[in-house]
């Protein structure tokens, strides 16, 4: 086990009776949680409040974390899985993964074309992100805006390091037909010719 983990682990171990130690995690950790949220609900306001719900629930419960090799912001992330998936049930809106800065083609300024190109380009790939199952929406998300590996992916979702992999896959190829549909639809057929690329790696 590394020092860092060490580390947290005797961090979590006081926060339930020691606010500085629960504050010291907050603080490591409430970024990529705001983060993961925002690009679940697409809404400020909505992102900070159930940030704080997060950190409330998790306070609530940290005396009772145990060490099973799931690291703590595992456990933090499930907890915003469930305020969220919560969030969307509630509200019967579809989930929203703004990824403008992180899923998309880019052109070039000098080129206004090409940049117009690259903005209709965008705006397909994103389309098509947003017909995705909320499951796999989550993954990009992991993968491409808080740039997590399989492993640790695997650690928050509950599943192995290879199911990750092959669900990573499945989500490439399901967005590259979606795309493909979408391309078909809005692009004139003088340019139906011209593929999207969507890059694999995180």
């Known amino acids: 086990m590394s020092s860092q983990r060490e580390e947290e682990l005797q961090l979590v171990h006081l926060a339930g009776s020691q606010p500085e130690a629960f504050g010291e995690l907050y603080e490591r950790h409430v970024r990529k949680i705001y983060n993961y949220i925002y690009y679940r609900t697409g809404n400020h306001d909505d992102a900070e409040d159930l940030t704080a719900r997060v950190f409330q629930r998790a306070l609530k419960h940290v005396a009772n974390f145990q060490d099973q090799g799931v690291p703590f912001s595992a456990w933090l992330y499930r907890i915003a899985h469930n305020l969220v998936a919560n969030w969307h049930r509630d509200r019967s809106r579809k989930p929203v993964v703004p990824l403008e800065d992180h899923l998309f083609v880019r052109g070039s300024g000098d080129h206004p074309e090409m940049e117009a190109i690259a903005i209709e ?37 509950d599943r192995t390091e290879g199911a990750i992999k092959s669900l990573y896959h499945r989500t490439l190829n399901a967005l590259r037909e979606e795309v493909g549909r979408l391309d078909d639809e809005k692009v004139p057929n003088s340019k139906k010719g011209r593929k999207k690329k969507i890059d694999p790696s995180p």
């Open 121 to 157: 380009e965008r705006e397909i790939l994103l389309a098509a992100v947003q017909r995705l199952p909320p499951e796999r929406q989550q993954l990009l998300i992991f993968k491409f805006v808080e740039r997590l590996t399989n492993a640790e992916i695997g650690r928050i979702m």
